[in-house]
Structures are given as C-alpha cells and as structure tokens.
C-alpha cells in the first residue's frame, strides 16, 4: 500500500463498513419474504393435496344390509349355552349387496363355524363385542371380496 495516504485509508475503511451495515440491513428484509413465499407456496401444496383428495374420494352414503339371525352352540366345557347373533353390515361400496348375496352361503358358512369355536367368556364385555365385531369384519371381507364392507352392527346378541 506504498504510495497511499492516510486519507484513502480512512475512505475506505469507511466504505467497508457501510458496505456491511447496508448488507445487514437487507438481510432480513430478504429473509423475511423469502419466509413468506415459502409459507405461501406450502400452504397452496396442503390445500391443493386436500382438493385433490375430496375429488378423488368422494363419500357414498353408507347402506346397511341385514343378514339372517345365526343360533350356534358356544365350545362350553360346563352346560351348553347357545348364541343368538343378528347382525347388520355397514357397506359403501355398490357393488356389496350382489356380493354379498352371492357369497351368502360361503359367509354364513365361514360366521357360524368362528361362532362355534368362541367360548363364553370370549363374549363378556365391551372388549369382548369389539374383537368379535373386527373378527366378523375380516371374515365377511374375505368371503365377499374385492367387495368390502366397513363395519358390523350387532343388532341382537343373545347367550342362554
């Protein structure tokens, strides 16, 4: 730096650290919108996903279809007990009605031979009617399918 004076030093200098609070000023301001542009351009993502969604799905009001009562005898080691189960299946696809009326004898069939293997402290309780409705539920996919129903109602359970 031979041949400079002090005056050039001290401009420059002071041009160095403008130079930097001006950069320090606009950082955020920069960051900022760029803050926002991403929280805008998420935002379009979610909400076209959830359009897309609604459109691809749309929700079919569910139907109901009554099955006959099934009277079975329960695997009871003590006095035998009977089990009376009328139920009812919960289905939003159309096609689950003819389904289910072709496959009637395979899903009566296929419902009354897991009957007849529960025991009766297999029924007691809520925890009990839960895992006989999802046991119910599997069974009646797998004898109808690719049908598929969504649930089972109980409309009557009886144990004597």
């Known amino acids: 730096m031979a041949g400079e004076s002090p005056h050039d030093l001290e401009f420059v200098e002071a041009a160095k650290v403008t130079g930097a609070r001006t950069r320090s000023k606009l950082v955020w301001p920069v960051s900022i919108v760029l803050l926002a542009i991403a929280i805008g351009v998420g935002f379009i993502a979610v909400t076209a996903r959830e359009k897309k969604a609604a459109v691809a799905s749309p929700q079919l ?14 695997a009871s080691l003590e006095r035998p007990q009977v089990l009376t189960l009328a139920i009812s299946l919960e289905a939003t696809d159309p ?14 069939d296929s419902l009354q031979t897991h009957l007849r293997e ?32 969504r649930a089972v109602l109980v409309r009557d359970l009886l144990v004597q």
């Open 61 to 74: 009001a569910p139907f109901f279809l009554d099955l006959p009562a099934i009277k079975v005898n329960l």
């Open 95 to 108: 096609a689950s009605p003819e389904a289910v009326q072709t496959a009637m004898p395979h899903l009566l």
């Open 118 to 149: 529960l025991r009766p402290a297999e029924l007691q309780g809520s925890a009990g009617l839960f895992r006989l409705r999802e046991e119910l539920v599997k069974r009646v996919n797998l004898a109808i399918a690719p049908s598929r129903v």
